[in-house]
């Protein structure tokens, strides 16, 4: 059964940083490509960053390219996002989810599984 849980979403102000997390269940990450998703309230979900799971390449959306990092534990099976610099459009609900990272790329398609998310609100 796949699982994905979330943790790490919190209030933080402009210009600071938070660590998303996401525990796996049910795949590997170092086979299975998995990734980042968020959506604001009124907005299009976007997907954010994802990690091919058979070479590890990796993909940014544009709006968050030089400010979020993406990585994976492998042996633990973690999923991470790294967030510096946050700006108030950043907020939004953060899913960890898997699929082809060209799902991400393309902006179009299905994610797999995804998790139940964590909030992020970016506010002075």
């Known amino acids: 059964q796949v699982r994905l849980v979330e943790s790490g979403g919190a209030l933080v102000q402009p210009g600071g940083s938070l660590r998303l997390s996401c525990a796996v269940s049910?795949?590997?990450?170092?086979?299975?490509?998995a990734g980042w998703i968020r959506q604001a309230p009124g907005k299009e979900r976007e997907g954010v960053s994802c990690?091919?799971?058979?070479?590890?390449?990796?993909y940014y959306a544009d709006s968050v390219k030089g400010r979020f990092t993406i990585s994976r534990d492998i042996a633990k099976n973690m999923l991470f996002l790294q967030m510096n610099n946050l700006r108030p459009e950043d907020t939004a609900v953060y899913y960890c989810?898997?699929?082809?990272?060209?799902?991400?790329?393309?902006?179009?398609?299905?994610?797999?599984?995804w998790g139940r998310g964590t909030q992020v609100t970016v506010s002075s």
């Open positions: 990690i091919s799971g058979s070479d590890g390449g990796i």
């Open positions: 049910g795949f590997t990450l170092d086979i299975y490509s």
């Open positions: 989810a898997t699929a082809s990272c060209k799902i991400w790329a393309d902006g179009t398609g299905a994610y797999d599984y």
